[in-house]
Nanobody, 123 residues
Framework: QVHLVESGGGLVQPGGSLRLSCVASGSIERIHAMGWYRQAPGKQRELVAGITFNGGTDYTDSVRGRFTISRDNAKSTLDLQMNSLEPEDTAVYYC?????????????????WGQGTQVTVSS
């Protein structure tokens, strides 16, 4: 089995900062692309930022210049530094990983998701 666990969410005032972290564990052979998604009430889940195994990054337009995604391949961790937060950033944030696993079910490739962490930006 593979688990992704997020942490770092919370309540912050507009203009503030938060840092989200995600740790992957379990029968992982290799993690390819990773990403942070978010889902606000009544809206579809959207990709916020993605990062390749070699560190190539991409951001949705609304967060570019404010958010920074990073990863540590040796530790199987993924971070999202969020600065200049706005009320529109309020959502549940999910970590995802496109990975290869070789556990009890044999070799598999799939996308794993974390359980989500709430980010609320409000005064």
């Amino acid at each position: 089995q593979v688990h992704l666990v997020e942490s770092g969410g919370g309540l912050v005032q507009p203009g503030g900062s938060l840092r989200l972290s995600c740790v992957a564990s379990g029968s992982i052979e290799r993690i390819h692309a990773m990403g942070w998604y978010r889902q606000a009430p009544g809206k579809q889940r959207e990709l916020v930022a993605g990062i390749t195994f070699n560190g190539g990054t991409d951001y949705t337009d609304s967060v570019r210049g404010r958010f920074t995604i990073s990863r540590d391949n040796a530790k199987s961790t993924l971070d999202l530094q969020m600065n200049s937060l706005e009320p529109e950033d309020t959502a549940v944030y999910y970590c995802s990983a496109d990975l290869e696993s070789d556990g009890n079910s044999g070799y598999q490739t799939f996308v794993s998701w974390g359980q989500g962490t709430q980010v609320t930006v409000s005064s």
